[in-house]
């Protein structure tokens, strides 16, 4: 197991999402995780994530910079990072994520998840 669950989920969570492999997607966060894409509408479990990321073009594509991390004894982390989603036509859209991190089963879950765009949107 990673020292630093942050570098480890995002890691995971980007070459998932680069394959638009949304079984992996889903499988990152526990069963009854708090998701807040870029939609209007909190988010509650897998299955509402696989939606969500099912219904995001094949061809998009993530860049992700850690920013900070912490951890709250041996079971819970988080942290902030940097993204930028991609497209081949030019769009982006730099965002801030946040997530917290719970250990079940030996693995690193998505507990809670939230963007907050950056700029202007489009």
């Known amino acids: 197991m990673t020292s630093n ?15 638009h492999d949304v079984e992996a997607m ?11 894409g870029f939609g ?33 004894g041996q079971g819970a982390a988080g942290g902030f990072a940097h993204v930028v989603f991609r497209d081949p036509t030019g769009w982006e859209a730099p965002v ?4 917290a991190l719970q250990l079940s089963a030996g693995s690193w879950r998505i507990r809670q998840y939230h963007v907050c765009r950056i700029g202007p949107q489009s």
């Open 5 to 19: 669950p942050m570098d480890e989920v995002l890691g995971r969570w980007k070459a998932a999402f680069d394959d």
């Open 40 to 72: 209007p509408e909190v988010l509650v479990g897998r299955q509402m994530v696989r939606a969500y990321y099912d219904a995001v073009p094949d061809d998009r594509s993530a860049d992700v910079t850690v920013l900070h991390t912490y951890s709250i």
């Open 26 to 36: 889903a499988d990152l966060f526990h069963p009854d995780a708090l998701f807040l």
């Open 96 to 99: 801030h994520l946040s997530l």
